[in-house]
Each structure stands twice: as structure tokens, then as C-alpha cells.
């Protein structure tokens, strides 16, 4: 049957050809549906019986129109002028007008049209796109602006390193850097071995050390430094670390002036490449149950190098696969069969010709999940006998009667302290991380500006940057990514002016920080994976390499359950003295405290508080993130306590509230991010920036409280109204920032050469 | 200064030792400390001057003992014996009895002693650990035990299958299949396809086929072999997939009797690679917009296939770059001038000789994150022609008078009807991601069980397991590993027996699930990577290959999120109703059945209750997991109604809500693994995997809930007395579990060859 048996233009049956079409359009005929249009049928009293029974006879499904006859049906529509028309119904009459002016529909017709139009649940007011293009939508109109000087904003990021950054950026711009694929490990460890020796050349590797040693004397810088290359290959910073920070520093920290002069100079040329060999098989987190042995023979004034079983073989040693000469190995020190704890010893393990030393075995560790131009290895020692000069002697020595000295009485206490030397570490990794969100974030962030997919009927295609999901995942760890920059620079002043007394708070700070951001890297760049689609799995577009690269930041350097947990006790130190006495009394003082925090910070008011300017205040965000904070550590210390009490073995007691102490250094250090974040945005003048930058510290502020959200309803600090409103206020600034989101990453400044994946070229 | 001239052995100064020497043995003499010792040493009447200035002489840093006296006092109180002595004075007093027999201190004194000891906050009961070994914990106690039959328990999860499953292990355990590594991607590339033929050989391939084409027309078996082979290598199963799934069923399920007879053999026995060809790099989700085009050629009875422009290339098709010789194309269909939309086509792209056709043009994608086993290939067509027959025909065709004839009218629902014959992917997918779960757990829970870090002062270092971070991490994975076991076992029997009017819910359920399990198992394998640390990380441990390999399983099929979209306008469509005529009535009814909802659901004793059965009760969980998945969907029909109703158009209202969309699908499909869960473990008779299946669905139910808790504490569901307990239910079921950890995932029966990892080995 064609479709002008059905409705001939002059019959006034055309009323119908808009509902038909859409029923016949759309994806099913729904028993309802039928039952709708059937009563419509039958209340139009203009109709004669053969109009209802051809009207009905059409409704079955057996006798669905021709998807030619479809298609011409929507044509004798397309022709009206529908501008003003919204509903189905409109345009129904509209039709029916052209073609069959004389006939005029009753009021009570009409009616029925509407109320059926609404019974087939036609949802919204686009009736007429469903005939016609030129949809516009709020979600296709969104779109990317500036809305703030990124030139400003990054000399601001930089601040005074800004001439070094620039330094830095333009060698790895240089084609001799060019980023590439490799046929064979081989080749990859050996393209990243030459770039670190012109990196070297440069005079990069030699930056943090003495004059003397063709240095600068500026850790600042070297930190600096280690960030600005990991825009670049990951492995060519690790390899760069590992030479010239775990190797050439523990030289420098736990080595005295005649090791300075005899080994710096060449560490930072790299023409004595080495290796800084810790970690055994046996003992990776628990490092001071190392068990390779230093044993001192005091006829012939050595020490005797042994590994004595496989578990204490050293391993993942970054450089001693191939290129390493030397190597910094802690081992315990026996004198007279007396074990003095863990020293740190200067080994040969290699020839200038590469050929091994004796008493050394090396294995490859191969093939890993990323860093494939590190070449890590396995180092046995076989009784390898060194001179005495050989042991680095800051903390401790032999004397010249063979007796062990150190200022230092506890072998444990020495052990520390002289790995709390070596923190430098915890401070570049994170900031080498957070440089590998920078690039993630920018490919995938222009790769969702560009992309378009879906859109509305009758309407254009939308950057799936503009979907709130796309958004929800992506704005957020933008957010985040600004508020760690300022974080990591908060660190990285403190350390540098760290004095004796500050030195555990700092320990601290970097381990919670290096866990933070490394668990943060991880899980943003698995985010750009995934919000890249297919693209963002094939390595030409990066994500793949910086993955995969970074992915062990959270277990180098320290586990990052091992380190949260480092910073609880850090924190739970300054309950030490309650422990002891922790009385009814002092818990009485406790919940008085907390009470008091109730009066003061949960009155109802603030609790159910849902007015914007309180939700965008920066004393809001604070506070919340400090009663956080306070309460946390609190309940950590009371719950340890009441374990103990109860007659559990400390150990045991710290074990069963381990995730809770886990929470007690997150909050730690969230509310560190948070105040460091803060006080940076202070200090810019410029107002455009000042604003975009006050937004994503809110964005982040609010995100994290959203997260958290579970344990501040449990607390009563918040109520369900308020944390409704958060997370709309979260999705809001979201939307917001995604206009400025491209300009944001453009603030990186990363070299376009870095970021090379073709779905982030700005021509494409 | 020696240890003698202090603590003479016949001195009352004895009673100090132990004091000075925990306090030097600690990491640092607080003032504090200083303080505590001080007013002791004042307050003791019997101590001379020249006792009292010589004891505080000796607190002074300045004057720390010598490393080797702090050891010579360890050993004056090491020979005592300690096993009744718990605190610092007992032993002090002990040995000061010993050394000084004559000497008795009063009651006060001892007073003294122990307050200060108490001042120092020496921690907990175990003082005499400080100076003797044998430390025993209940954390380190704690061990693998079995409490069930691990043969039932595979047997029962396996159910009718079981043989040909022991079928499939046997040739993946075969030494032709074992893993490896490669030196070239084409190599890698060459060992999969011959496994892939091998495989075939094996009669694999044609499983679900009709038996003229070789096969057992056992759909049921295919996804059977899809997940076991995914034990093994993931680019093989995937290949797999590619030409015996996609390729193969497009021509099963939209092909008719011709494209059977003429195609299904050679491809089941890969006697004819092929390829699925349907995405485009303008393309991926938004399917519907594809724009290759099928022209109709009248005069001579063909189609001509061509890519219009660049981003209508076909991209990450798997066989294409260097295997397929035909593919199943997704093209507009053109017949004088007019669009009948996205149909299928079959056409030739190599010659056997592995040339390509004339109007083909391929490029190779080139390196991925993972499955490099696999060539995925680009693919242009310039004007390629092919016969009318190739036009896959069941659900639309063009007839002799070159009319296009389909008997669904719309090219919307016509195109969505062949998508959702092939729907049975989004089951393949799930099952084979789960298959890695198991492997990845199953290696880090081997681990952690083997693997010891740390331990109490004078005790054995504990196996990580026994940590509660590290229950934590790899515990609940466990539980839902077996839940979404159950829960895909439903989803499969759902779809073999599914009728025309269940399918899209079947099709919503397939897309949630896929969405659910593969987003669990890139996050599982996250952890695992970390819970194994350094190990975890080279490749020889292979969670390398599992991560990268299953990586793209949360984007290919469908784009997670885009998919849980899907689930959740599925989940409304009962809403479409009230959508048209919610009015204030309607939306008054909703607040009333929440409000009824809240009477029998909400009652205080219930919302507060803490007690045990309660919450290891299933029906608690499952009546929480639906109040959740119905609060949630009605929630969103009525944001998405009031938007509509302030005028919002209806594709920005939906966008919106799209964070609040996922949760739908979210809840929805939690819902839908609990209950399978739960009724799965009914089907069970032995007693001892009844027991520990129990405890796994209770461990999954309330982690679920503890992750949401948010949510329920925002409605009032809970009150946060209850989401406490509960949280630390989780941590006991983790304690639990953790004894039968190492047996559940043997209960996986996964080859040794498949595991593989030398962290994971038993012998070691």
C-alpha cells in the first residue's frame, strides 16, 4: 500500500501523518502506544468508520509501512514551516491546514491530539526537529575560551626557575631528542644512555653538586630539572635520577670530603656511571632487615662484600644491567662478629671495558611493564674484598684500632637518619609524576575539545568535551593537578630550608606527598586512556609510554601504603605522650574537645548550609579539611589505644587500624595541598588568572570534600542537603572550567614535541 | 666513657639500664623524655648527688653511649628471664635484683618508676621484646588454612561445562601454547595467528556454528571457550574473537542461507580470516553516523563501497593489517540518491596470495598499549564494487526491480535490530576480562601469602596478607571476582533463552555487565600490579600483559560510560509514561511511595542497627541494593522531568543528568549481581563451599554498601552508627576470607603454564 492511499493529500486523515511517522520512526511500537492512537481514533467524531478501521489497520504491526513510504511521509512534512511549532500536535494541524484548509478542527479535537501526543510520551518540546535540522542545544554551544593571560599564568607556574625551565625545554625540543619507537631493549637503553650524557654535558647532572665538582650547588635547580624532563621519556629521567640523584647523592650525603673529590666530578660528567643498590629480593619496604654483609678485617684494614644467600641478592638496581662501574651498596657491618646495622659502602662492579669484577655476579632484570631504557639488574656479591676508605663516613667509621665510631648510638637511629639524608628523592619522583599528568591531561583534554560524537536529533555532532561525564572525569584532575603543582613547590621550599628539628616533619611531608601524587598520576592517566578511546591505546598518541612509565612511582621510592602509613605514626607522634596516660580523664578531654568542635563547627546552620558563597568559601573548604584532619588522627590514637588496653599486642593493635591510618595521612596531606594551593593563589596579581585559578582550587576543594562526603555525613559535619549541593556545585564548576580547560593545560607550556600524539595537534 | 663507669654491676644504678638503654635505643631523647627522667631521678630519695648528677650527666645528647656500650647493656639484660615481665620496670627491678640482692626498693619508689615509664609512653605490654626474641602476634599467626573442598567448589563454578573447559586447559597447557617473549610485533603477530589456527584445528573455532558448517551450534560453548582460553594469552583470545565472533557471526546473524553455505566453514576453520569492519575514526560510539557508503547500481546489479572523505576510514580493525581477506562493512546504503541508512556487506579486501583488492587501501595501527598479537589495520575503499549477493540480506535487501525492501521501516530501529543480534560481544568480553581477574588475583594473593615484610620488635617478619591494607586491597576483589562470576553465568543463560520481547533488556544488561566487569578488572589489576610491587612490575610476573592487555576492554564493544547511558535510558523507559503526564499529581505519588519506602524500609531501629545477623544478613543487603536502585532511577526520571518542564530541551536536560545516569546503570546492575549471587550459592549443597560462598556474597554486599555509603547516609537509609559497623565488618570478613584466600582462587583451576609467574610458583 503506498502512503497516499493512507493519507491522500486532500483527505483530512493528513492530521495524522506526523503521528504516524513518529510512532513508525521510532524504535518499537509499544503495545500502549497502539492503545493511545486507538482511543484518539475513536474519540475523533469527524472520522467515519472505514477513516477508523484504515486508521487502525495501520497501527499493526504486520502492516508497517515501506521504509520508502516512511521516508515520503517525513518528506510532506519537511516542506512546512515549523519555527514556531513545538509540539507534535502543532504540526499535525499545521499540515492538516495546508492540504485541507476548509476543514477546521473542533477545541475537543485538539484536545484529544494533545492529550495523546502527551500519552506517547513525545518527551520535550523538539517535536518539530524530528522533521526538521538546525537543532541548537546549550551542550553544542559550549565551547573553549581564555579567559586569563597564559603567558602570565605560566611564567607564574615557574616563578623564579622560569630561565632554567626555558634552559631545559629547549634542549629535549631539540631533534636529537625526538621521541621514538625502538626494535630491541638494547636500542632503547642505549638511545637513553646518550641523551643523559648530553643531558650531562649540558651540565644538568652535575647542578645539585659542589663548585668543585662542576656543580652549581643548586638542589632547587636539580629538582627543577628532573620535572621539566619528564615531559620528556620517563626512562631518560629515571636513568638521569638514578645516575646523578640515588647514586652521585648518596656520594654526597653520606660520604665525607675525600669521597667528594674523588667521585663527584666524574658521577656528574657521567663518565663514572653507578648505581645506588639498597633494595634486596628479601627486603624491599623493610629495608633495615637488609642482610648482604660488610665484614672488616682489621689485619689488612678492608671490608668483605657478601651476599650470603639468594634473598639478599640486590635487585631492580637501576644502571647495573649494563652501564654502572660502581655502585653505593648498604650492607650490615660486622666487626669481631658484632653487627653494627646497615652502612652504606662504595663497590666497583665493573671495568672501564664493561667486563665485571670479580666476586660480582649481575643478572638482567629484562623486560618490565614500562622505564625499558633503565636497564635494572640483580647484584650478587662473592666475598668482594674493598678498602676501608670505601665506607661512607658520615654517620660512622672503624677507627684506626678497628672499633666502630658514630655519633650516633642506635644502629637503627643512624640507619635513619641517614636514609632522612636521601629524601630529596621522595620530593623529585612526585614531581616528575605530576609532569607526566601535565601531558596526559593536554593530549587528552584538546583530543575531547576536538572530538565529536552524538548530538541531538536534527542537530550537529557535540565535543564529547562538553558531555558532563567527559567533564566529571577529566576537569576534576585538572583541578587537582594545579593544586599538587603548589603543593610540590610548598615541599620543596621546606626542605630546602630544613633544619635539624624539622627534619621528621619533612620526612613526612615528603613521603605523603610522593604516595599522594604517584597514586593521583596513576589513576589520571588511566582516566586519559580511557577518555581517548581506541586513540588513547595505540602508543603513537603517548598515553600508553607515560602509563606504563610511571606506573611503578608507586611503589618506588617507598610503597605508598608503607609511606601513608610512615606519615600516620609521623602524626600520631604528638599523641605519644596521651598513649601513656590516656586515662578516662584524657579521653574525657578528648570528646570534650570534639564537643567543642561540634559547637563550633557543626551548628546546624553550617551544616545544612547550601548557599553558594558559603559552598565557594576558602575558610569553609579549610576548616572542613582541618576538622577532618584533626578528628581523623584523634579517633586513629583513641582506637590504638583502646586495643592496647584491652591487653592486644601493639603490633597487632597497629594492624587492625592500618586503613584507618591510611585516611589519617590522606588527610594530612589533603589539607596541605589545600593550604598550599590557597596561599600560592595569594600571590598572583594578575586578576584573570587569580580568577580561573581561585575556581579550581574551589573545584578542588569541593571534589575532595565530595569524595570524602561518606565520613563527613557519618560525623554529622555535614548534612545530606549540603553534600547534594556540593556535588552539584562540583558538577557546575566543572562545566565552567571546561571552557578555560584547554587554555589551562596551553599553561603547562609543554614542548609541542613532547606531547607529539597526533590526536593533541593543534592543526589536525 | 664505658657502660661499667655508669651502671657498675654492684651498683643500685643498675635499675637504670634498662631505661637508658631504651631510651638511646629510640629514635631520638625527646625533651620530653629529658623531663620524664629527670624529676624520676629527683624524686628517688636513695640516690646520692653524685648518683643524680652522674644519671643526668648521662642524658645528655652530647654524651650519647657509644654503639658498642648500648649494646653491652642489650646484653647484661638479655640473660634474664623476662617470659613474666611485661614492662620496662619489672625488668628493670629484675635485673636490679639480680645484681644488687641486698638492696629492696620501696613501694614509692617503684611508684616512681612506673609512672615515669608510663610518662615515657613506652607503648603497650611488650618492653621485654626490646631485649629479648620470640615475639609472637596474632597478625603474624594468622595463615592459610582450607575450610572447603577445592575440587567441589571448581566443579560446582564450572557446572555442565566442565568438560569441555578441562578440554580448552589441556590445549592451552599444551607446551606449543606456552607464553613468551617477543622480539618483533611480527612475530608475536605469527605465533597468535598459528594458535589461532591450531585452535580452529581443535574445532574450536565453529562451536557455535550450524554442524554443515563443522560446528556444535553451542553458543553457550563458544562463550565457554572465550573465557577459558582468556587464562592464556589475551591477543590470542581476542583474535579469536575477531574472526570466529565478529567476523563469523556477522555472517551468521545477518547474513542469510547463501552467505551460510558460501562462508561459514572456511571461517571457522580460518581457512577465510576476515574482518568486522564497522567503527571509523570519525565513528566509534556514535555507530549510527557512519559515512562509508554501499552505492546501488542497478544496470549492472552491484554495490560500490567507498570512503567519502578521511575520517570515514574504518579504524582498529582486527585481521585487517596483515591477515583479513574479507570483511563484514557497516555502509550507508544509497539507492538512487536516497539514504536507507547503516547495512552490512560482505567484501573482499586481500587475494590468497595476500595482495590487496584494487579500490583497497590498508595502513597498519602499529604498536598498542597491549594485544600487539593482534593486526588491527585502517581501511580505505575507493570505489571498490561488489556483487548485489554480498549485501548481508536477513534484515534488509534490495529486489529485482532495484527497491529497497526491509520489513522494519525505520533505518534506526533496523540498524539497532542487527546490532543487537550481535550483542552476544558485550558477554564474550566480561567473561574473558573476568578469566584475567582471576589470573592477576590468583598470582597476588600467591604472593602475598609467601611473601613476608616486617614484623613485631624481637619477632618474625609477617606475610604481607596478613597486613589489613593488604586485605584491603586484594579481598573484596576476590569476593566480587566470584560474584560477577555468578552474575555473568545469568546473564549468559538469559541471553541463550531470551525471546523478542526481553531482548533489550537483555541487551541492557549485556551492556552494563560489560561496562561493570571490565572497568573491576582494569582496577583489580591496578592493584595487583601495586600489591606486588617491584615483582609486580616485570614482566616475567605477567600482570604487565594481563593490565595492558585487558586495558582496552572498558573502550572497545562499547564505551563504558556511553554503555552504562544505554543501561540507564533502558531503566527509564518504564518511566516514559509519567514523562508525558507528570504533573504534580503523579510526581505527589512518587514522594508518597518513597515516603511509604521509608516506613518499612526506613524505621530507626533499622537505619541504626549494628548487630551482627542483621548485617550479614542477605535479605538486608538486597532489600538495600534495591531501595538504592529504585531511589536512584526515579530520582533521575523526575530531574530529567523538571528540566524538561522549565523549558531545558531535552538532549541538555539528559546531558545534565548524565553523572546521575551512570549511577543508575550503576545500582542497576549491582542489584543484578547480588541477586545472581545469592541464588547462585542456594544451587550448592556441600556445606563448606556453601560456607566460605556465603561469606564472600556477604563481604561483596557490604563493601558495595560501604563504597556507597555516601549515598544511603544522604537519604537517611543509614545513619552513620550503622555505615561504621559496617565498615568494620568488611574488615573482619577480610580477616576471614584471607585464611581461604589461597584456596578460592586454586578453585579457579587455572593452568600453572597460564600463571606462570615466578612469584606465583609453589615450589618457591
Known sequence: MSPIDLFPRQSKLNVFLPFYYTLWADMVLTPTEFQVMQSLIFELDWLSNTDRELLIENLNPEKAPSPKTLKQWKKSVEGLDLDSKESLTDIALTLANKNTPEFSFSDSSIQSFRSAENALGIVGREARYIFREGHKTQTAKHQAESNFDIHIMTEFLNGEQSELIRKVKTIISDPTFSLREYESLAEQREQVLSWCKELARQGFGSWAYPEFAGGKNDMAGYFTIMETLSYH?????????VQFGLWGMSIYFLGTEKHHQKYLKDIGSLQLPGCFAMTETGHGSNVRGLETTATYNQENKTFTIHTPHPAARKEYIGNAALHGEMATVFAKLIIEGED?????????IRNKNGSLIDGVKIEDCGRKMGLNGVDNGVIYFDQLVIPKDNMLDRFSSVNENGEFESPISSDNKRFFTMLGTLVGGRIGIPRSALSASKTGLTIAIRYGDKRKQFGPPGGDEVPVLNYRMHQRRLIPPLASTYALHFALQYLTVRYLNHSEKDAQEIEALAAGLKAYTTWFTTKTLQICREACGGKGYLSENR????KNDTDVYTTFEGDNVVLMQLVAKNRLTEFRQEFSDMNMFTVANYLANQAKVSITEKNPIITRSTDESHLLDFNFHLSAFRYRERAILSSAARRIKRHIDDGMDSFDAFNVVQHHLVNVGQAYIERVILESFQEGIQKISNAGCKAVLSQLCQLFALYTLENNRGWYLEQGYMEGVKTKAIRKMVNQLCWDVRKD??????????????????IAQRNQ
Not at 233 to 241: A, N, Q
Not at 741 to 758: G, Q, R, V
Open 233 to 241: 621519556d620517563l626512562s631518560m629521567v629515571i636513568k638521569f635520577g
Open 741 to 758: 580547560a584547554l587554555a589551562l593545560t596551553d599553561a603547562f607550556d609543554i614542548p609541542e614535541s613532547c606531547i607529539k600524539a597526533p
Open 340 to 348: 653494627y646495622g646497615v652502612n652504606a659502602f662504595v663497590v666497583p
Open 543 to 546: 598515553i600508553d609510554d607515560l
